[in-house]
Nanobody
Framework: EVQLVESGGGLVQAGGSLRLSCATS????????IGWFRQAPGKEREGVSC????????FYADSVKGRFTISSDNHKNTVYLQMNSLKSEDTAIYYC?????????????????WGQGTQVTVSS
């Protein structure tokens, strides 16, 4: 059974940083794509960043390029999202998701296994 557990969310001031973690189990980590998605109140869930754990290829949404960094630790079966220079518009519930084989897009429509989410709140 695929399991994904997010952690690291919280309340931070604008300009601050947080690091989210997605601990995974139940699948062959090296073969999957792992993505971070977020959903703000009243908005659709959007893809923030995705990584292919076999080759380390990454994708970033334009809104987070240069501020967020996704990485994976294949020994710990964990994916991280380092978020710097946070803005109030980054406030959302952040989810990690997994899919195999790696989807062509970092889109919620292509990921089938999801964590429960972690709240990120950025105060201005």
């Amino acid at each position: 059974e695929v399991q994904l557990v997010e952690s690291g969310g919280g309340l931070v001031q604008a300009g601050g940083s947080l690091r989210l973690s997605c601990a995974t189990s139940g699948f062959t980590f090296d073969d999957y794509a792992i993505g971070w998605f977020r959903q703000a109140p009243g908005k659709e869930r959007e893809g923030v960043s995705c990584i292919g754990t076999s080759d380390g290829s990454t994708f970033y949404a334009d809104s987070v390029k240069g501020r967020f960094t996704i990485s994976s630790d294949n020994h710990k079966n964990t994916v991280y999202l380092q978020m710097n220079s946070l803005k109030s518009e980054d406030t959302a519930i952040y989810y990690c998701a997994a899919e195999w084989p790696r989807p062509n897009e970092c889109s919620r429509f292509y990921f089938g296994s999801w964590g429960q989410g972690t709240q990120v709140t950025v105060s201005s």
